[in-house]
């Protein structure tokens, strides 16, 4: 199965005038860069590189699933927000559909695993979820536009 969101992920690359995608989900790293060399990231635990065409692909074990976080940031009650983050360029969608709810609002709280948008990708509808308990603090984004990879879709305050 990670093998067809891997060729997804390099489809949408070769079609986009983006030069690199990385991706973490389900304890594994997706990174493909569009003609470079081989970019390591640090002392990395990386499984040997899947070439495919002129893209380098690395896959990077984590220890825990960390689809659309990035690292905390401190606020000035010196309390810790996490940052949801796009996994790839698209629409955004606060809604299943233009008549529904959206998933989330300011100030709702989230469970881990709860859909909080979609983001559509090439006529793909991607269902985003929370990694974490805690409450929406900010959303970033309006819905129906258009977002980048690694763009700021949710503050989430964890619980």
């Not at 389900?26 to 002129?54: A, D």
């Not at 809604?95 to 695993?113: F, L």
Request: net charge negative; hydrophobic share 35%; glycine share 6%.
């Amino acid at each position: 199965m990670w093998q067809d969101k891997l060729k997804e992920i390099i489809y949408i690359l070769e079609n986009s005038n983006v030069n690199e995608i990385e991706i973490k989900s389900w304890g594994h790293q997706y990174r493909v860069v569009k003609n470079s060399t081989l970019i390591s990231s640090g002392g990395s635990n990386l499984e040997q590189p899947v070439v495919v065409g002129k893209q380098e692909v690395e896959i990077q074990n984590n220890p825990k699933d960390e689809l659309n976080l990035s690292a905390s940031q401190n606020d000035n009650e010196g309390t810790t927000k996490e940052k949801v983050l796009s996994p790839m360029p698209g629409t955004f969608y606060a809604a299943p559909t233009p008549e529904d709810d959206n998933y989330v609002k300011i100030g709702d709280n989230v469970k881990i695993g709860q859909t909080l948008c979609i983001i559509e990708a090439m006529k793909i509808m991607n269902e985003i979820e929370s990694d974490f308990d805690g409450v929406v603090t900010e959303i970033k984004v309006d819905d129906g536009n258009p977002v980048e990879y690694n763009q700021i879709l949710f503050t989430i305050n964890p619980e």
